[in-house]
């Protein structure tokens, strides 16, 4: 799977919207980006994928930049339960295994 | 609640114990995943079953067992571990296995264990 950069850390003030990005310069155009998020003494969380196109759910919305090297997970009004560690995530459709590989992650801070 | 349950939630235990970590899903998957996630590390994949058939054992030594009586249940048992097994352990299910880039793997709260 292609590697993925994320900041370490971000802080963002309650009730405010996130921009959560994450850069892949290597994508392949068979890579799906997935966004996972683990809460204090959770598992991982599914929260968004995508391929091309924009996607919206009920938890985020993620944008993808046209040339597909980067990507923005967007929490539209961020609460203090959304702090958790965000996981930026790329699967190939060619050449995929079993595994999600997480790294590390940016560890989001809401601020009240 | 992502229908992932895990039991139990914490465990201590000492080298010499015998232990089992219990995992149900409620979803209907086919697949079902053990991961072990030490502190400051990405997550590591153990072990994955599908159809209650291993497909998958990531080198993992055999002091870790795992066993799948059917699609909803995955077991690890536990027996003389050792102080780095400290861990949290994952339990995840997905519907088909997680070949397919498009899908998604729902996790379990976790196991916090810790041998002492």
């Known amino acids: 799977d292609a590697k993925t950069t994320q900041p370490n850390s971000m802080e963002s003030n309650e009730e405010e919207p996130v921009h959560l990005p994450c850069n892949h310069s290597?994508?392949?155009?068979?890579?799906?980006i997935h966004w996972y998020r683990q809460l204090p003494s959770q598992g991982p969380e599914y929260v968004i994928h995508g391929l091309t196109s924009n996607v919206n759910n009920r938890m985020a919305s993620l944008a993808i930049a046209e040339d597909r090297k980067s990507s923005t997970l967007i929490l539209h009004r961020a609460t203090l339960r959304d702090a958790a560690v965000y996981y930026c995530?790329?699967?190939?459709?060619?050449?995929?295994?079993?595994?999600?590989?997480f790294g590390t992650g940016t560890s989001l801070t809401v601020i009240p | 609640e992502t229908g992932v349950t895990q039991t139990p939630r914490h465990l201590v235990m000492g080298m010499t114990n015998k232990k089992s970590l219990k995992c149900e899903q409620h979803l209907g998957h086919n697949a079902m995943y053990w991961y072990k996630q030490s502190a400051k590390k990405p997550l590591e994949l153990m072990f994955v079953?599908?159809?209650?058939?291993?497909?998958e054992n990531n080198s993992v030594p055999s002091r870790f067992s795992p066993e799948c009586p059917n699609s909803s249940h995955l077991f690890l048992h536990l027996h003389t571990l050792q102080p780095e097994d400290s861990a949290l352990y994952l339990c995840a299910s997905s519907q088909d296995l997680a070949r397919l880039a498009s899908e998604t793997q729902y996790f379990g709260p976790g196991t916090r264990l810790l041998v002492l």
């Open positions: 079953y599908s159809l209650e058939e291993r497909v």
């Open positions: 995530i790329l699967r190939d459709a060619a050449n995929t295994g079993n595994q999600f590989y």
């Open positions: 290597t994508i392949s155009g068979t890579d799906y």
